[in-house]
Structure formats: C-alpha cells, structure tokens
C-alpha cells in the first residue's frame, strides 16, 4: 500500500509532515507529496521545498518519498529529485496528450540519453492509436468522445487549420478521424518550449469545504468521521 497527499488544507494548516510519518509508521511503501495546498487545487507553482521536508522528515523511516506537482518533462523530474533528494515523481497533467513521457522519464531515471520528442506524424500516429484502443474498451462511440479532450492536449503547439481543430473536437467516429488527421502536415517539429508548459487543470485556489467543526480538533467525533467518509465520496483525487 502507498499513499498520495497534499500538503495541508491551506497554508494554515498544513499536514504533510504528520501524515507522513503516520504512513510510514503504519507501514506504507511509498509516501507521495503533491506540493500544492487542496485550497490551492491547480493554481500557482507547486512547492517542491515541501517535498524535500518531508524527504528529510521521514529519512530515519526508510520510507521512500515521491515528488508531485509540475513535472512536465524528464528534465523536471530530474531536477526535482536533484532539488529535493525525492526517490521518484508522480505526473498527473504532464502525460496529457504526450504518453511517451514514460519513456522519457524511465531514460532519465536509468542515466539513459532522453529520447527525443516525437514530430507531429509520430504523435498523430499515437494519438490515432489511443483512439483505437479507447473504442476497443469502450466501443467507437464513446471510445471517440472521450479522445476529443485528449486531441487538444496531442496538438498544443503544432500548427493545425482552425477548421480541422473544430471538426476533431466533435470526431465520432475512427474512420472520420482517420479522414480529419490525413487532412494535417505531419513534417512538424515537436515544440519543445509549449511541451514544457502547463496543460490540463490549471484552476486557481477556492475554499475546500470541511466537515462541521473539523478545525476545532485535532481528533475526530463519531459525527465528525460520518462527514469525513461523505465527504469523501464527493471529491476526486488530489
Ligand atoms: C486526469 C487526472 C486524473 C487524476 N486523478 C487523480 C487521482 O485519482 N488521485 C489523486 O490522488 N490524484 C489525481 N490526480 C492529481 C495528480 O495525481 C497530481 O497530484 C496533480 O495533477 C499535480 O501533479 P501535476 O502538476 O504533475 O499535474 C489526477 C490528475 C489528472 C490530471
């Protein structure tokens, strides 16, 4: 078993360092720390100096720690273990519409030469794969509606007639997409400086709501923990 965690609530209540320790102490394999605050959710850059506490924190455990938050290419996982003394990264948004990241990652981590970024033909190639296996899971129809969000996220940063863009974004169907990607000049380079920039959720902070009284104590009542497990029901992860 591993666990996944922000850093606190708000910068108010920060908790990182507590549940860590509990999870280690309890016996978790790995401890992961999104440096953001849930107040935070997406906004703002992520605090690797947190994760480089916690790394500290919990050396005597043994317990290895995992850095989350704005890696977006190998070079960043580098330098956040570099930054740090992480044992590896978590990625959330930065495998969005670039699945090769893993292997890129997976180079950086064996001292391997990083491959390169693929050019459009290679990422279209992908892209019509990914669409394939969706509609393999879950049939063509939604297997086609759900590869429209991660289109956007395939193209940033090629150039791709606004018309096509559209047309993509309301796709249906493999053969009609296999019609809209025969359509787009595959001879682009990767552009390296838009890979590195944020894609997928970047909204800003809100308020996480709690449970009655939840600040109040350190402990819960038996109410208190009814509200906790609701409460859970009704958030994604962090
Ligand atoms: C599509 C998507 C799904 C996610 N699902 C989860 C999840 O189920 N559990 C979780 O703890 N975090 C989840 N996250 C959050 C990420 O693990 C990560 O903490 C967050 O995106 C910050 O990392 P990043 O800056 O690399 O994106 C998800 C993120 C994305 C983009």
Redesign the pocket.
């Known amino acids: 078993m591993s666990i996944?965690m922000r850093k606190g609530i708000d910068d108010d209540h920060l908790t990182f360092l507590d549940a860590g320790m509990i999870a280690a102490n309890s016996g978790v394999a790995w401890v992961a720390l999104?440096g953001?605050t849930a107040e935070q959710m997406?906004s703002g850059v992520?605090d690797w100096s947190a994760i480089g506490m916690l790394k500290e924190h919990l050396a005597t455990s043994g317990v290895p720690v995992l850095g989350?938050?704005?890696?977006w290419t190998a070079a960043d996982a580098l330098a956040m273990m570099d930054q740090t003394g992480a044992d590896g990264v978590?990625?959330?948004?930065?495998c969005?519409g670039r699945p090769w990241l893993f292997a890129q990652l997976a180079a950086a981590m064996q001292g391997r030469p990083i491959p390169a970024d693929p050019e459009l033909g290679q990422v279209l190639a992908v892209l019509r794969r990914h669409a394939e296996v969706l509609s393999g899971d879950y049939g063509q129809e939604r297997g086609c509606r759900d590869i429209r969000k991660h289109i956007a996220w395939y193209l940033k940063g090629f150039s791709v007639r606004q018309h096509i863009r559209l047309a993509l974004g309301t796709v249906s169907s493999l053969a009609e997409l296999d019609d809209l990607l025969a359509q787009i000049d595959p001879d682009q380079p990767f552009n390296a400086e838009v890979g590195a920039t944020p894609r997928?959720?970047t909204s800003g902070g809100r308020a996480p709501s709690l449970p009655d009284r939840w600040l109040e104590s350190r402990s819960l009542d038996p109410v208190q923990a009814r509200q906790v497990s609701q409460a859970e029901l009704s958030v994604?992860?962090?």
């Open positions: 996944k999104h953001r997406y992520a989350n938050g704005d890696v978590v990625v959330g948004r930065g969005l997928g959720r994604s992860g962090g």
